[in-house]
């Protein structure tokens, strides 16, 4: 133990933990977001679809299903990235 009555190991300790008190909300804000936009855009726009094809608006509902192809088929990094995230909670 050094002089100072305070070890190196509980130096880093007090650094990782205000670091943690300081940025982990606003990680866990930025993933709770990143979450909501990926279900919400991998779920809702099949419902709207629906919604426009009942009420006679086909060429928003074929707008919308071509959206959400698209997004189907070039989102795979975003869903990667934040399912990623379920991974690397539970360890």
Same mark, same amino acid.
Not at 14 to 33: E, H, K, Q, T
């Given at each position: 133990?050094?002089?100072?009555?305070?070890?190196?190991? !509980?130096?880093? +300790?007090? =650094?990782?933990?205000?670091?943690?008190?300081?940025?982990?909300?606003?990680? %866990? @804000?930025?993933?709770? &977001?990143?979450?909501?936009?990926?279900?919400?855009?991998?779920? !809702?726009?099949? +419902?709207? =679809?629906?919604?426009?094809?009942?009420?006679?608006?086909?060429?928003?509902? %074929? @707008?919308?299903?071509? &959206?959400?192809?698209?997004?189907?088929?070039?989102?795979?990094?975003?869903?990667?990235?934040?399912?990623?995230?379920?991974?690397?909670?539970?360890?």
């Amino acid at each position: 133990m050094k002089a100072s009555g305070i070890s190196s190991d !509980a130096r880093g +300790l007090w =650094a990782l933990f205000w670091r943690m008190l300081v940025f982990g909300p606003i990680i %866990g @804000l930025f993933g709770i &977001l990143a979450f909501a936009t990926v279900i919400s855009l991998t779920i !809702a726009p099949p +419902l709207l =679809a629906i919604v426009f094809v009942i009420g006679a608006k086909y060429l928003w509902a %074929g @707008l919308t299903l071509t &959206l959400w192809f698209v997004w189907l088929r070039h989102g795979g990094s975003l869903r990667r990235f934040v399912f990623e995230g379920f991974e690397h909670s539970s360890l």
